[in-house]
């Protein structure tokens, strides 16, 4: 039995793919544990929507009663949202158990990736990615997502990545691995709520067609493994530097102080995070995911052209 016999494409989704129309992947782990109730739905279902403005078809993924999924209903979008941190995260060694057990899974960006490329998917969006933490020299907590991206051949559009993490480890690390960093329109690799980081990226490209092309060279050279498209959050949506790194030095330091560990650590930060910083952080997040899906649209439109 082969992997893909575990994989259900809504009817819309399985007939893109079959027709060669393009497709843009989105993650559900943001869904349930990213956003609270009900800014959640509406943003996954804005997303779709905007996915679709711009001439692509969303297909946004989980595992749901042990199958992995691929294109959900608005139905199965709300039962995500609605059961929120109810529904267990799942990243690459979840899915075993999950789908043994007939269990529903929230997928990280790795898991996105795994049941994107399963189901022919190569562009995937979503807010940010995973990466070395803070003190990883200690913890080895480092996130599966970027051990993906070395692996699996789908291009993830992001607004980069949290400064809860240690992003100069983080670009060390997918230089180890082989993994393209490229910057939409910039120099700098973005911090997610800000757009720039201090930190230079590899490459930058200013089209979704010079990046479909990049993407398009690597996988004909069979080199394998996926891409890291970082967007900046747009300017008018961006947050004040001083305001976002007092909130994460703080919620760092009560991480520590209440001995948060393994997969928990990334969902208290970004939760502690939202808390200290209200509703402009939570503006900021929904307003990056949107400008990153219409790019990864127009990327994935490029692609197939
Ligand atoms: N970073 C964010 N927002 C997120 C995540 C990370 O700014 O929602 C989620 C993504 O699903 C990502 C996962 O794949 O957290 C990484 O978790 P971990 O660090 O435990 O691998
Ligand atoms: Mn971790």
Request: contains cysteine.
């Amino acid at each position: 039995m082969e992997l893909n016999n575990y994989l259900s494409l809504s009817p819309e989704v399985k007939e893109a793919i079959e027709k060669g129309r393009p497709v843009v992947a989105l993650e559900s782990t943001i869904i349930s544990h990213g956003m609270p109730y009900p800014q959640n739905v509406e943003t996954a279902l804005a997303v779709e929507k905007e996915i679709r403005r711009n001439g692509a078809v969303p297909a946004t993924i989980a595992v749901i009663w042990g199958r992995l999924k691929a294109g959900l209903t608005p139905e199965e979008i709300e039962y995500l949202g609605k059961k929120g941190r109810g529904v267990a995260k799942a990243s690459r060694r979840d899915l075993p158990v999950l789908v043994s057990q007939r269990l529903d899974g929230a997928t990280t960006v790795a898991t996105t990736m795994i049941i994107a490329a399963l189901a022919g998917i190569k562009v995937f969006a979503t807010g940010g990615v995973g990466g070395v933490h803070r003190g990883a020299e200690v913890t080895m907590d480092i996130s599966a997502d970027l051990e993906e991206l070395a692996r699996t051949p789908v291009m993830v559009v992001c607004a980069g990545a949290k400064s809860i993490l240690d992003l100069g480890l983080t670009l060390e690390y997918l230089e180890t691995k082989g993994v393209p960093v490229i910057g939409y329109g910039t120099d700098e690799l973005p911090a997610f709520y800000t757009r720039k980081s201090g930190f230079k990226v590899d490459y930058r490209l200013d089209s979704p067609r010079e990046v479909a092309e990049a993407f398009n060279a690597q996988q004909e050279m069979g080199l394998g493994g996926g891409m890291l498209v970082t967007n900046p959050v747009p300017e008018e949506y961006s947050m004040d530097p001083e305001v976002i790194n007092t909130a994460i030095s703080q919620a760092l330091e009560d991480a520590a102080r209440l001995g948060v560990k393994g997969k928990e650590v990334t969902p208290y930060l970004l939760g502690r995070v939202k808390e200290l910083t209200g509703g402009e952080s939570l503006e900021a997040n929904i307003r990056l995911v949107l400008n990153n899906a219409a790019l990864a649209a127009a990327i994935a439109v490029e692609m197939n052209k």
